[in-house]
């Protein structure tokens, strides 16, 4: 059997494995997916009651659209924001059930190890010439082992959120008390509302998925009003929060921070930043957190946490494999200074492809949410870029793996860049949870400068506050750093 008879490897039956899948089947090649869920999907199931902030123009890949107009599937309104279930059920469902990805997906099956057949890591000899073996335990624990060509990684990080201690480790007390703390965004309106309902729960994190916490415990607060909400930011207060606001290209995401900004001015919500928890510990009534408020020591007793701090990638499995990682953020070092959330500038990374992803590992490519490693700013869109050209690129058809074929709104948040200069010409690119901004210092934009003795830094802003908003989210200065052939790291034109 030659290299060439092998399938190739997707790990994840998420929305981007089986994007790369579909991609696969357009080039002839045969995919084998290996999905550790009962379904696929089985990530974004976990948080089906959250309505995603793109619409489904953006969240469908064109190979997997394809496939599925070819067996009359009807493509949902383009304009509407769906949930996650949604998505599952109107998209990703139907894909997976699919008589041509179907009989390839094989779920319940976890892969725990890659590594070349015969090779060790330290093995250069006919490193390329050697199939992958991939290892996966299926759902009795019992050990296989599938060879591959090449293989995808897009198995996400939904798995590993992050701790909530402010150095990237779990505080004390965050193990031994896991009973009060929940991760991610929980079903607050929904299966989850009794735990929460009258209760006093701290939301930790800045992100979308911790705006989306709040904003669920602000709805049940109107039902319950007993609900007491906190919430502790590490830096940047409501600026933070709102992020691109009204200018960000994806209406349902700048509405969020703006309206997570308003609870807090209404005193709806009482927000605590800058705040480090350094200890969660049991009370006799509820569970003290001990943190610092600023240079403040201080003691909360709440009855909940919800820890939305963002996630991280497991790297455990791939192990045996040569892969090469910036240090801050964990993607490959060409991404890495694209979304490295302390350079990146106005949310506008490039898109990317085969050339960005590869590994000094031949055949080997973490896509998807992964491929982001700890930055927070993935979206479907990118992803499904990703592997339109990673799966080019194995097919051998460099041309295509080079060309960029993909055109994003923008996330209207604007920042300077400090120290990577981050090229803009390519085309745009939105993101989530897009960094934002500590201090605004942005590009001057928006429909240009303000009007004379208006506070504002852009028409776009004067007319966000004259409408009562704090503004659009931009800042005063255009940035320095950025190329000036590019497009305008301005978050409007
Ligand atoms: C709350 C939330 C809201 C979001 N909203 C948006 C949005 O509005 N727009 C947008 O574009 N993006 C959004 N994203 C970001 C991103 O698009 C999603 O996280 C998306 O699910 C990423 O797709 P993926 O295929 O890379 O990973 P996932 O959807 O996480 O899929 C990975 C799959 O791999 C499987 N898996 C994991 N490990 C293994 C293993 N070892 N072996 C076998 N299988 C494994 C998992 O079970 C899972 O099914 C959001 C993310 C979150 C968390």
Not at 356 to 363: M, S, V
Not at 366 to 394: D, H, N
Request: aromatic residues 6%; charged residues 20%; hydrophobic residues 40%.
């Amino acid at each position: 059997m030659t290299m060439n008879d092998l399938p190739i490897a997707v790990i994840g039956a998420g929305p981007v494995g089986l994007a790369a899948a579909a991609h696969l089947f357009e080039r002839n090649l045969v995919p084998v997916v290996f999905e550790a869920g009962r379904q696929a999907g089985s990530a974004i199931s976990q948080w089906s009651h959250v309505h995603l902030f793109s619409p489904w123009k953006f969240n469908i890949d064109a190979a997997s659209r394809a496939l599925l107009e070819a067996e009359h599937w009807q493509h949902p309104d383009p304009e509407v924001q769906p949930t996650g279930g949604q998505l599952v059920e109107d998209y990703i469902a139907p894909l997976a059930a699919h008589p041509k990805l179907a009989p390839h997906i094989r779920y319940e099956t976890t892969v725990v190890a890659i590594s070349r057949l015969n090779r060790s890591r330290l093995d250069n000899a006919d490193r390329e010439k050697s199939p992958f073996v991939v290892i996966w335990n299926d759902r009795d624990g019992n050990r296989h082992r599938t060879l591959a060509r090449a293989v995808i990684d897009a198995s996400g990080t939904w798995h590993r959120p992050n701790p909530m201690g402010r150095d990237g480790l779990a505080v004390e007390g965050e193990h031994e008390y896991k009973d009060p703390i929940a991760y991610g965004i929980p079903d607050v309106l929904g299966k989850d509302r009794d735990v929460y309902a009258g209760k006093h729960t701290l939301v930790v994190g800045a992100g979308h998925s911790a705006i989306n916490a709040v904003l669920d415990l602000l709805d049940l607060k109107i039902e319950n009003p007993q609900t007491r909400i906190s919430w502790a930011t590490r830096s940047g207060g409501t600026d933070r929060l709102i992020g691109g606001g009204l200018n960000d290209a994806l209406p349902g995401r700048g509405l969020l921070g703006h309206r997570a900004a308003n609870a807090v001015r209404d005193g709806g919500v009482s927000l605590l930043s800058p705040f480090t928890i350094n200890k969660v510990e049991r009370t006799p009534h509820a569970f003290n957190v001990a943190g610092e408020l600023g240079a403040d020591a201080v003691n909360l007793a709440v009855d909940r946490l919800i820890v939305a701090t963002g996630f991280r990638p497991d790297f455990s499995f791939l192990s045996e494999l040569r892969l090469t990682l910036d240090p801050v953020v964990e993607a490959t070092p060409a991404l890495a200074p694209l979304i490295d959330p302390n350079f990146h500038s106005c949310g506008t990374v490039r898109p990317h492809g085969a050339v960005e992803l590869a590994h000094p590992e031949p055949g080997f490519y973490i896509v998807g949410m992964k491929s982001y490693g700890r930055a927070p700013t993935f979206l479907l869109a990118t992803g499904y870029e990703q592997v339109r050209s990673v799966v080019a690129m194995l097919a051998g058809d460099e041309e295509a793996a080079l060309r960029v074929e993909l055109e994003l709104p923008e996330t209207g948040i604007c920042r300077t860049a400090t120290a990577a200069t981050i090229s803009l010409n390519a085309k745009k690119e939105m993101t989530m949870n897009a960094p934002v901004k500590d201090e605004p210092q942005a590009a001057g934009c928006c429909g240009g400068p303000a009007p004379a003795g208006v506070e504002a830094c852009c028409v776009k802003d004067a007319d966000a506050k004259a409408a009562g908003e704090s503004g659009c989210g931009c800042g005063s200065k255009p940035s320095a750093q950025v190329e000036p052939k590019a497009k305008p790291v301005a978050c409007c034109d």
